[in-house]
């Protein structure tokens, strides 16, 4: 299993290799969510062990929080991911990395694990409970895997001909 300060450095420098940009803080809080989402989609396991708050913009990781800058991200230990692990990232950059950061909020505000990490709380409150990897599993049961790389759904791929 990775460990979210790894998937986050990895989406930073992947998103920054394919765009010649810097991503924003939100845009990567929202990407890393997705990576997580689309792990139980596809493997039935999560990425990684951390969980996200339920922050008033969506998802948002308290490591990751702590260890952004425009500049990179400084830690320890900097391990590489999985293939596995970095392909599912990677498609998510492929997916919804073009996308604006508050249209990624926007779809996050739709998520069950989201929504129901801010029962009580006040629209506009920001919010610290924590999003539950169950409900983040219900999220993913309604998205249909996309493989940006071969522009074909997971789905598709045995009547391709392509093992999965």
């Known amino acids: 299993m990775e460990r979210i300060i790894d998937v986050a450095q990895y989406i930073y420098d992947e998103y920054k290799r394919q765009s010649g940009e ?49 500049d990179g ?44 990490a801010r029962k009580n709380l006040v629209a506009g409150e920001n919010g610290s409970e924590p999003l539950s990897i169950d409900d983040i599993r219900k999220d993913a049961e309604k998205v249909r895997p996309y493989d940006s790389m071969y522009d074909m759904y997971y789905d598709e791929f045995e009547d391709a001909g392509v093992a999965q």
């Open 73 to 116: 991200m400084y830690y320890e230990n900097k391990k590489s991911l999985s293939a596995e692990a970095s392909y599912i990232a990677k498609n998510v950059i492929l997916q919804y990395g073009g996308l604006a950061s508050w249209k990624l909020s926007e779809i996050s505000h739709k998520e069950i694990s989201w929504r129901n």
């Open 22 to 70: 810097v991503i924003d803080e939100m845009k990567l809080h929202k990407l890393l969510y997705l990576s997580q989402r689309e792990s139980l989609a596809i493997t039935n396991e999560p990425m990684f062990p951390e969980a996200f708050e339920g922050w008033k913009y969506g998802p948002v990781s308290k490591e990751v929080r702590a260890l952004y800058t425009e």
